[in-house]
C-alpha cells in the first residue's frame, strides 16, 4: 500500500508537462469562466487567481502525478485551490458542472475545504500560513499514534503543504517551527512557491537564504531549485556564467519587470549589462525573443524533471523545505506584473491562450481538447494509474464509549475549574475505554489549568524518552513530568496559535488516521484570543475537541485587568462548530463533560468551549436529575417561578452565590421571582434563531427552550442578567418574548482587587442585582 509507484521516468516527464499546462488551461479557464461567461446577478466581482495557480501547476503536477503517496496529506496554497479541483476533474473525480460554479453556491469553493468541497480535501486552507503548520502539528498526531500502536510506521504518510511565499511571512510559521524542533518533527514537507510576489508587491531581496538559516536552525533540510533544466544547460556554455551571476544578482522586482516585458525587453537589458562578456552575446542570438523569454523564466518550479528529481531525492523522514522558484502568472500575459494577485486574462488574452494550446471554441471543458485521440489516451491512463489515483479515502472510525455519567467530585465548596480536573483524574483512573483516547494538551498552563493529576497518572507524551530530573534527584514535586511514548499529555510552549492547531490535527484524527481521539485543551481563558483565527480554523474543518478557557472574567481578581476575559463568551457564541457552555456547580461541569464527548463524536456534533473558573462556591443540594435536560439544552430554572411572575433573576457561572442571595433577599418581596440558570447562552441563542429560521424554513412551528423558559413570566415582566463576562452575552433574552432587560456584566477592562472589590466596582454583586431588580418596578 505505501510503496511509492516506480515511473518510467523519461514517459512520465513528458506526461507530467503536458498535465501542468492543461491545469494552467483549466484553472485559468474556471476563473474566466466564472468572471466573464457565468450569468451574474449581483454586479458584484466573483474573483479568482489565474497568476497564482498558474504559479503552481507545475509543483502539482510533479506532486500528485508522480511523488504524491497513498498515506500522504496536502495542504495546498488557498489561491491555487482551482488547480486541485481541476486535477481531480482530470481523474473525473470532480464535474463540470462544480467547476462552472467556481464560487457561486454548492460549486467549487474560493479555497479549498474539508467540509464543503465535494473533492477529498485533506486541510482546508484560506487563512494563510495556518494551513501550513497544521501539516506539521498532524504528523504530531501521527506520531502520536504511531507510539500508541493506533498506526503502523510502515503506513506513516507525508504531511505536504504547498505554500506561497508570503505565507513565510506569518508568525505562526515561526512558533510552530520551534514547537516542531522541540518534538523532533518528521515527514513533514513545506514546499514554497517561491515566485518573489505576495498581493501588493515583489519582497524584499534581503530576504535571499535568510530562510535556509532559519530552517536549517530548526533541524530542516533545505532544497532550492532556483533554475531549471533549460538553464542549467545553458550556464555551462560560453557566457554562461555571465548570465548565472547576472540572474543570481538581479532584483526580484526587476526579475519579474522583464519577465512580464518579454523577450524583447530581457534581450535588451542583459546585452546592456553582460553583452560585452565573453561568449554572452552567441548565447543570446541562439535564442529568439519567446525562446529568450522561455530560458529566462526556467526557473525550478516550473521545471518537471527538476521538481520530480527532488521529490524523489526526498525519500528519508526528514522534515525539508524545498523552495521552487518560480514566476507567478507563468505562462500566462500577467507573468510578472506586480499587480497580478487579482488579475486576470481579458477575452482576447484567453482566447489567445486557447488557441496556443490547440483548444477549440466550445471545447474549454473538454479534459483533453487540443491533443489528438492517441496522446488524449495516453495521459488518461497515465493519470488514472498516477499517485493521486491511489489516494486512500478518508477514514470513518467508530465512536469511543462514554460512560453514561461521570461522577460529581465531592465536596461542599467547589471551583468549576477544580471540578474539571478532578472528573479528568477520575477518568484517567479508570480503565474506561474513552481515557485511553483522551489526550490532554496546553499552552504551557498544564498545572495552572487543574491538569496535573490527569497527566499525573497518564504521563507526557514525548517520542523519545525525557527523564524528570527533579525525580532522579528526589527532589519533592507534585508534577510528574517523565516523557514516554505512552504519555497521553503534549506539552506545548506557550504560543496559543500552536495549541490550537494542535487540537485541531488531534480532533481531525479519526478522518485522517482512523482512529479516533478525543482531545482535551486548557487554555487561560483571556489567551483564546491570541490563538482565535486558529480556533476558527479548526473548527472550519470541523475538527472536534474540548476547549477548556479558565481561569476566567474579573473573577480571576488579583490577576489584573489582563489576564481578565470579557468578551470570551461572545466568541463562544459567535463560533460556529463549537458548543460553549459556562457552568456554575461541579455536577454542571461533570454533565457538560460527558454530553461534551458524546458529541464530539457525534456525525452532526461539534467541539465544545467551557468556561470556567478558580472560585470555590458552596455547592447545591438536588432534590432530582429534573434540572439536567434542561442544563444542556442551556439554561434551567434554580427557583421555578409562579405563573405570571413580573420578575426573574437570570445568571451564568462564577456569578452565582450573588444571584442566589439576590434572589433570597428580594423573593419575600416579589413573590414567585424566578431564578434562572444560564449554563450555556450560545446553546439558547443557537436554538433560538434556528426555530424562528426554521418557521419560515421548514414550516416547522417549535418553541425553542429559552422561549418555553420565559412562557411563565408575565408578558410585563422584567429580567436582570448578570455574568463575569460581555452583557452582550445574555441581554438579548429579553428580545425572545418582549421583557424588559437591565443586563449587569463587565464592559470595561478589569484591574487588580479582591472580589468584593472588583464585584461591587463592576456591579456584578448581590446589591448590584438588588438595585437592577428594583429599578425594574419603577
Ligand atoms: C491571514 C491572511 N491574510 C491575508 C490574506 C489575503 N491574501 C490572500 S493571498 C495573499 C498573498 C499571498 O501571496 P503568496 O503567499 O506569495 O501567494 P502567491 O499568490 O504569490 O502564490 C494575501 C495577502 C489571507 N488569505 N490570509
Ligand atoms: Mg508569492
Avoid at 501539516?135 to 503502523?152: K, P, R
Amino acid at each position: 500500500m505505501v510503496a511509492a509507484k516506480t515511473l518510467d521516468k523519461t514517459d512520465s516527464i513528458s506526461n507530467i508537462e503536458l498535465l501542468d499546462e492543461r491545469l494552467r488551461w483549466l484553472s485559468s479557464w474556471m476563473v474566466h469562466n466564472a468572471n466573464n461567461i457565468r450569468e451574474k446577478r449581483d454586479g458584484l466581482k466573483v474573483g479568482g487567481h489565474q497568476a497564482s495557480c498558474s504559479s503552481m501547476t507545475a509543483i502539482m503536477a510533479a506532486l500528485y502525478f508522480h511523488a504524491l503517496r497513498p498515506q500522504d496529506k496536502v495542504a495546498v496554497k488557498p489561491h491555487a485551490g482551482p488547480v486541485v479541483h481541476a486535477i481531480h476533474y482530470l481523474l473525473d473525480q470532480q464535474s463540470q458542472e462544480k467547476m462552472e460554479h467556481f464560487r457561486g453556491l454548492g460549486g467549487v469553493q474560493s479555497y479549498p475545504s474539508r467540509t464543503k468541497d465535494s473533492i477529498p480535501v485533506d486541510f482546508s486552507t484560506g487563512s494563510v500560513g495556518l494551513g501550513v503548520a497544521e501539516t506539521a502539528f498532524t504528523s504530531l498526531v501521527q506520531d502520536y499514534l504511531i507510539t500508541h500502536d493506533y498506526l503502523d510506521e510502515v503506513n506513516a504518510g507525508r504531511m505536504i503543504a504547498l505554500m506561497g511565499d508570503a505565507e513565510l511571512d506569518e508568525g505562526n510559521i515561526y512558533e510552530c517551527l520551534i514547537e516542531g524542533y522541540k518534538h523532533n518533527l518528521r515527514n513533514c514537507w513545506w514546499v514554497v512557491d517561491y515566485n518573489r510576489q505576495s498581493l501588493d508587491a515583489t519582497t524584499a531581496d534581503r530576504m535571499f537564504r535568510r530562510f535556509d538559516d532559519i530552517f536549517e536552525t530548526c533541524g530542516w533540510r533545505v532544497i532550492t531549485l532556483k533554475s531549471g533544466n533549460l538553464q542549467r544547460a545553458a550556464f555551462k556554455k560560453p557566457g554562461g556564467k555571465a548570465l548565472q551571476d547576472w540572474i543570481e544578482n538581479c532584483p526580484n522586482a526587476e526579475f519579474a519587470a522583464l519577465t512580464f516585458l518579454g523577450g524583447d525587453a530581457w534581450r535588451k537589458r542583459l546585452l546592456k549589462d553582460i553583452g560585452s562578456k565573453n561568449g554572452v552575446k552567441a548565447l543570446l542570438k541562439e535564442h529568439d525573443d519567446d525562446g529568450l523569454a522561455r530560458l529566462m523564466t526556467n526557473l525550478g518550479g516550473h521545471c518537471i524533471e527538476t521538481l520530480i528529481n527532488a521529490f524523489d531525492s526526498m525519500d528519508d523522514d526528514r522534515p525539508t523545505l524545498l523552495i521552487a522558484y518560480t514566476v507567478k502568472g507563468h505562462g500566462l500575459p500577467l507573468a510578472g506584473h506586480k499587480d497580478n494577485h487579482s488579475g486576470m486574462m481579458n477575452d482576447v488574452q484567453i482566447k489567445e491562450l486557447r488557441d496556443k494550446l490547440g483548444i477549440a471554441e466550445g471545447q474549454e471543458w473538454d479534459k483533453w481538447a487540443g491533443f489528438g485521440d492517441n496522446t488524449a489516451a495516453q495521459l488518461q491512463a497515465f493519470v488514472d494509474n498516477s499517485p493521486i489515483a491511489q489516494k486512500l479515502p478518508e477514514f470513518s472510525a467508530p465512536s469511543v464509549d462514554v460512560p453514561s455519567q461521570f461522577a460529581v467530585p465531592a465536596g461542599k465548596e467547589q471551583s468549576t475549574q477544580a471540578a474539571f480536573g478532578k472528573i479528568l483524574h477520575d477518568l484517567a483512573k479508570s480503565d474506561a475505554e474513552l481515557a485511553d483516547r483522551i489526550v490532554t494538551t496546553a499552552p504551557d498552563v498544564t498545572q495552572t489549568t487543574n491538569l496535573g493529576a490527569f497527566v499525573n497518572q497518564r504521563g507526557l507524551f514525548r517520542r523519545q524518552k525525557l527523564a524528570d530530573v527533579f525525580k532522579q534527584e528526589n527532589i519533592p514535586s507534585i508534577q510528574k513530568w517523565e516523557g514516554q511514548s505512552a504519555g497521553q499529555h503534549i506539552e506545548l510552549g506557550i504560543a496559543e496559535n500552536n495549541f490550537f492547531l494542535a487540537l485541531a490535527a488531534l480532533g481531525l484524527s479519526a478522518e485522517h488516521f482512523g482512529t479516533r481521539l478525543l482531545p482535551v485543551g486548557t487554555v487561560y481563558d483571556p489567551f483564546i484570543a491570541r490563538g482565535l483565527d486558529a480556533l476558527n480554523y479548526g473548527c472550519y474543518m470541523d475538527a472536534r475537541f474540548l476547549l477548556v478557557g479558565t481561569p476566567s472574567g474579573i473573577t480571576l481578581a488579583g490577576e489584573g485587568g489582563a489576564h481578565q476575559s470579557i468578551n470570551t463568551p461572545l466568541i463562544g457564541m459567535g463560533q460556529p462548530n463549537l458548543e460553549s457552555f459556562e457552568p456554575a456547580y461541579a455536577d454542571e461541569v461533570a454533565l457538560i463533560m460527558q454530553w461534551a464527548f458524546a458529541q464530539m463524536q457525534d456525525a452532526d456534533g461539534s467541539s465544545a468551549y467551557i468556561r470556567l473558573t478558580t472560585r470555590a462556591i458552596q455547592q447545591l443540594e438536588r432534590k432530582d436529575d429534573g434540572w439536567k435536560q434542561d442544563a444542556l439544552a442551556g439554561a434551567y430554572w434554580l427557583r421555578e417561578p409562579k405563573a405570571g411572575c413580573e420578575a426573574a433573576i437570570a445568571y451564568c457561572g462564577a456569578v452565582a452565590p450573588e444571584a442566589l442571595s439576590a434572589w433570597e433577599q428580594l423573593e419575600g418581596d416579589i413573590p414567585g421571582l424566578g431564578l434562572l440558570a444560564v449554563t450555556s447562552p450560545d446553546r439558547l441563542h443557537r436554538d433560538w434563531s434556528a426555530a424562528r429560521a426554521g418557521r419560515w424554513k421548514e414550516n416547522a412551528n417549535r418553541d425553542c427552550h429559552i422561549e418555553k423558559l420565559l412562557s411563565v413570566l408575565s408578558p410585563n415582566a422584567g429580567i436582570v442578567t448578570v455574568l463575569d463576562g460581555s452583557p452582550a452575552a445574555l441581554s438579548w433574552i429579553g428580545a425572545v418574548r418582549g421583557h424588559r432587560v437591565s443586563p449587569l456584566g463587565t464592559d470595561s477592562f478589569g484591574q487588580t482587587g479582591d472580589l468584593p472589590d472588583l464585584y461591587r466596582t463592576y456591579r456584578l454583586d448581590q446589591d448590584a442585582i438588588i438595585e437592577a431588580t428594583a429599578e425594574l418596578f419603577l
